[in-house]
């Protein structure tokens, strides 16, 4: 039998049917251990920031959006100011042609964020918690950053369509010819997260960069001959981490040490506390558009979807410093420093109606 261990506190908000999941995974044949990250919560199917280990490969337990991950580029500008850079976002629901052939050759919402819990956000440094490490990576308190949180859009969905269709939730059939697809969704999601931050530096005037940070939270991995299966779960063997908040809270940087235990993974982000159907109705009942739209930070949001504003209100997520706390304290990594929102793209604003 497979064993399960959640790294969160008691004061963490992990709803019981998320722990049922991870155990119903943990059923599964080949099943070895199954890590859920004090950002856990339900998903469909299988449990949201979760990594999986076990002998045989499961494709839902990477789901639809493989390669999705959060990049973090350096932005080369002197002042920012939220209300004039907000304008200046481009039509990020409009895809590019590609120069050359993508990942796979799938060339549908090449440099499209999505809906969701997608997001691009203009931000800037604001505590450094370990100098040393925030030095090496270019930055310091009130350094601007961008960070991109996107996948492989439709390219992963069909990927993972063409296997359910015959095989519904169960095993791959072929190992080797999914994981070739997989890879090129992987490759996909990076590519995708370096042209929408080239395409936003740009509209911001700033020139285009290299990425800081730039990892990957649904995939699978093989270890010997082991399948790493993460759902909403970063890599956490050594590299830096970009843990996402709320539209109204800050996110953190962090150094991922996290071992075997943890199925060497770390969270991806502060983690749904409701549902998207509990978040609207709520969020009808207790916030405004305009409340939603200037957050307490003084930050905007650009999003003209109203549902999806009510959706991803950040009282439907968890308190990100929780998060946090429960890395550190079972020492799955070590925050670098705290990212500040200005501005927050979600999706493209609707056109004003002239009176």
């Not at 963490?12 to 950002?39: F, N």
């Not at 999705?68 to 932005?75: D, H, L, M, Q, T």
């Not at 993460?230 to 800050?250: C, E, F, Q, S, Y």
């Not at 109705?281 to 979807?305: F, M, N, Q, W, Y």
Request: glycine content about 10%; proline content about 6%.
């Amino acid at each position: 039998m497979s064993s399960v261990t959640v790294f969160a506190s008691p004061r963490s908000w992990i709803e019981s049917a998320a722990v049922d999941q991870c155990h119903q995974v943990a059923a599964l044949d080949g099943m070895l251990h199954v890590a859920g990250m004090p950002d856990l919560h339900p998903g469909k199917g299988a449990p949201i920031g979760a990594a999986m280990a076990s002998t045989v490969l499961y494709p839902h337990l990477v789901g639809s959006d493989i390669g999705c991950g959060i990049a973090v580029f350096p932005v080369g500008l002197k002042r920012a100011v939220p209300e004039k850079l907000a304008g200046r976002f481009p039509d990020l629901d409009r895809p590019v042609a590609p120069s050359s052939a993508p990942p796979g050759g799938y060339v549908e919402s090449l440099g499209t964020v999505g809906r969701g819990n997608h997001f691009v956000e203009l931000a800037r440094i604001g505590t450094v918690l370990s100098a040393d490490h925030a030095a090496r990576l270019g930055l310091a308190a009130g350094s601007l950053v961008l960070i991109v949180h996107s996948g492989s859009r439709g390219f992963g969905e069909r990927i993972l369509r063409a296997h359910t269709d015959v095989h519904g939730a169960g095993p791959a059939a072929d190992p080797a010819a999914y994981l070739a697809a997989h890879d090129d969704a992987v490759r996909w999601g990076s590519l995708n997260r370096r042209l929408i931050a080239e395409r936003v530096l740009e509209a911001l005037g700033a020139r285009p960069t290299e990425p800081i940070v730039d990892r990957c939270h649904n995939l699978v991995e093989v270890r010997d001959g082991v399948f790493l299966h993460r759902k909403g779960a970063a890599p956490g063997d050594g590299g830096d981490v970009l843990i996402a908040g709320t539209r109204g809270t800050n996110s953190y940087l962090v150094a991922a040490h996290a071992g075997p235990e943890a199925n060497r993974s770390v969270a991806h982000g502060a983690g749904r506390k409701m549902s998207r159907a509990d978040a609207l109705r709520r969020g009808k009942a207790k916030h405004t558009i305009e409340e939603l739209r200037r957050t307490p930070l003084g930050s905007i949001v650009v999003c003209g979807d109203r549902q999806l504003l009510f959706e991803e209100a950040p009282t439907a997520y968890k308190r990100i410093e929780q998060v946090i706390a429960d890395l550190t304290d079972h020492d799955l990594a070590t925050p670098i420093a705290t990212t500040v929102p200005l501005v927050t793209y979600k999706t493209r604003d609707a056109p004003r109606r002239r009176s």
